[in-house]
């Protein structure tokens, strides 16, 4: 049963344009949240994090929302740039699980010009 | 500074043979993953190492055994392939266990 679900496989934002990506989770212990970036044929890599004691972070064009009521966190990318063009995951782990993450499948998002 | 490498990219094996994925990282990480990718499914961990000389189960373990003899290395080993094990591998590591993790560039298997 997935924990973490990203219900839209698919996104397509025109440059200089804001990107949402979203990301549902089910259990309630999940305390610590990352997306990570994949381009094709290249390992997923770390983008953004947020702790369950935050509901915000941000690192340059990447801000990261989570709503815990809601068990929903997304990622805004603002502005989209050509580059950003990739799969996006988002994981989440509880604490005391020795780094074990579930991961969500995933969001192509595909930035035009 | 390689990062993590996975040897080999790729693989294609016959039903019933055996073959061992080696993952190795440079970066002194206590912890590496192993987990396979499948369209739809995201990633899904199949063994971790907390540290050298110890492994243990992650969510999809059956049809893998896994070795960390050394600290910088983690094997992923298949006895006897079967289709279902065609996937995307990815292994992974990490300075501790809340923190982002490193991934390798993957070894894509195909089982006959």
């Known amino acids: 049963d997935q924990q973490v679900k990203q219900n839209s496989p698919s996104l397509s934002v025109q440059e200089g344009r804001i990107s949402i990506l979203n990301c549902d989770y089910t259990n309630s212990m999940f305390d610590y949240f990352l997306w990570y970036k994949k381009y094709p044929a290249e390992g997923p890599t770390f983008l953004i994090s947020?702790?369950?004691?935050?509901d915000k972070n941000e690192d340059g064009r990447f801000t990261v929302f989570l709503n815990k009521s809601a068990k929903h966190l997304s990622l805004h990318i603002v502005p989209s740039q050509p580059g950003d063009s990739a799969v996006y995951f988002c994981?989440?782990?509880?604490?005391?699980?020795?780094?074990?993450?579930?991961f969500g499948a995933g969001t192509q998002v595909v930035v035009t010009p | 500074n390689a990062g993590v490498t996975q040897t080999p990219k790729f693989r294609v094996l016959k039903t019933g043979q055996s073959m061992t994925l080696l993952c190795a990282q440079d970066?002194?990480?206590?912890?590496m993953y192993w987990y396979r990718q499948d369209p739809g499914m995201g990633l899904r961990l199949i063994h971790y190492?907390?540290?050298?000389?110890?492994?243990a189960k992650g969510e999809v373990p059956d049809g893998y055994n896994v070795s960390r003899l050394k600290k910088q290395n983690f094997l992923l080993g298949l006895e006897s392939a079967a289709p279902s094990q065609t996937s995307v591998y990815f292994c992974?590591?990490?300075?501790?266990?809340?923190?982002?993790?490193?991934f390798g560039p993957g070894t894509r298997l195909t089982v006959l």
């Open positions: 994981a989440a782990s509880e604490g005391g699980s020795w780094g074990k993450f579930q």
């Open positions: 190492s907390v540290g050298e000389g110890t492994t």
């Open positions: 947020i702790s369950s004691i935050k």
């Open positions: 970066m002194n990480h206590e912890y």
């Open positions: 992974a590591s990490s300075y501790t266990t809340r923190g982002e993790q490193f």
